[in-house]
C-alpha cells in the first residue's frame, strides 16, 4: 500500500476534505503576504524570499491534499515531482503514530 493509499484508508472523506479546506486558507494567507510585498506600505516582517518559500510550500500541501481527496488520478512520476519534501510520506507517518497511540 503506498503512503497516499494509506492516506486515504485512514482518513475519512470529510476529514480529507476538511484539511484540504485547511492547506487552502494558509495558501490564501501565504498569498495574501506575497500581495503585500508588492504594496508601498505594510510590508510582511518576513524576506521576500522566505514569503516566497512560503508560498511555495503551502502550494505543495494543497496539491498533496488534492491527491489525498482521490478527485484527480496521477501517475506516480507526478506524484513524486510535487512531493520533493516528502510530505505525503509525512502525513502517513504522522497518522500512523496517532493509529499507535
Given at each position: 500500500?503506498?503512503?497516499?493509499?494509506?492516506?486515504?484508508?485512514?482518513?475519512t472523506e470529510a476529514e480529507r476534505w476538511g484539511q484540504l479546506a485547511e492547506?487552502?486558507?494558509?495558501?490564501?494567507q501565504a498569498a495574501l503576504k506575497m500581495q503585500r510585498l508588492c504594496m508601498p506600505k505594510n510590508k510582511p516582517s518576513k524576506a521576500p524570499d522566505a514569503c516566497t518559500a512560503?508560498?511555495?510550500?503551502?502550494?505543495?500541501?494543497?496539491?498533496?491534499?488534492?491527491?489525498?481527496t482521490g478527485i484527480v488520478d496521477v501517475d506516480d512520476e507526478v506524484v513524486k515531482a510535487w512531493d520533493a519534501k516528502g510530505k505525503i510520506h509525512?502525513?502517513?507517518?504522522?497518522?500512523?503514530?496517532d493509529e499507535r497511540a
Open positions: 500500500m503506498t503512503d497516499l493509499e494509506y492516506i486515504r484508508s485512514m482518513l492547506e487552502a486558507a494558509e495558501l490564501a512560503n508560498l511555495a510550500e503551502e502550494l505543495i500541501d494543497v496539491f498533496v491534499c488534492v491527491l489525498a509525512r502525513w502517513a507517518e504522522r497518522l500512523r503514530g
